[in-house]
C-alpha cells in the first residue's frame, strides 16, 4: 500500500511537470500568430467551448414524473424558465407583503449623499518632482 502512495505522488508530479511543459511549448513557440494565442488560451482555459452531445438532457425529473422525450424535455425547460419570474415574485410577495412592486429600494443600502473622499497627496512640488524623477532619461 506505501508504495501505490509513493508511486501515485511521483506520477502527479511528473504529471504536472508534463503539463506545465507543455502549456511553456505552446505559448512560448515564436511561430505563434497572435490569432494563433489567442486559439490557444481560449483552448486552455475552456472559455469557448465546443457543443457536444454529450452535454445533451436525457431525462427530467419534473414533480412525481420523469420525462425522457426530447420535446418535452424541451417544453418542460421552456415551461420553467418562462415562468420563473411570476413565482419568484409571488415568493417575494408572501415574504414581503408590506413591498409594492415599484418599491425595489427596501432592498437597497441606504445612499449615501454628497459624500467623496480622495486620497490626499503630498506637496504639489513633491509629487512634481517624483513625476519628474520617474521619467526615463533620453539623451536625444
Not at 16 to 32: G, H, P, R, S, V
Not at 96 to 101: A, C, E, L, S
Amino acid at each position: 500500500m506505501r508504495s501505490h502512495k509513493k508511486y501515485r505522488a511521483i506520477f502527479r508530479k511528473a504529471a504536472m511537470e508534463a503539463e506545465n511543459l507543455y502549456y511553456k511549448d505552446i505559448f512560448n513557440t515564436k511561430a505563434n500568430s497572435m490569432k494563433k494565442l489567442w486559439e490557444n488560451l481560449n483552448t486552455v482555459c475552456s472559455f469557448k467551448k465546443k457543443r457536444t452531445s454529450t452535454n445533451n438532457v436525457s431525462q427530467l425529473c419534473c414533480g412525481s414524473r420523469t420525462v425522457i422525450a426530447p420535446q418535452e424535455i424541451c417544453t418542460e425547460f421552456n415551461n420553467y424558465f418562462s415562468t420563473i419570474g411570476n413565482v419568484l415574485m409571488e415568493e417575494l410577495n408572501k415574504s414581503h407583503p408590506h413591498v409594492t412592486d415599484t418599491d425595489f429600494t427596501v432592498f437597497c443600502d441606504k445612499p449615501t449623499n454628497a459624500s467623496m473622499f480622495e486620497t490626499p497627496v503630498g506637496p504639489p512640488e513633491e509629487e512634481l518632482q517624483r513625476l519628474v524623477n520617474s521619467l526615463t532619461k533620453n539623451n536625444g
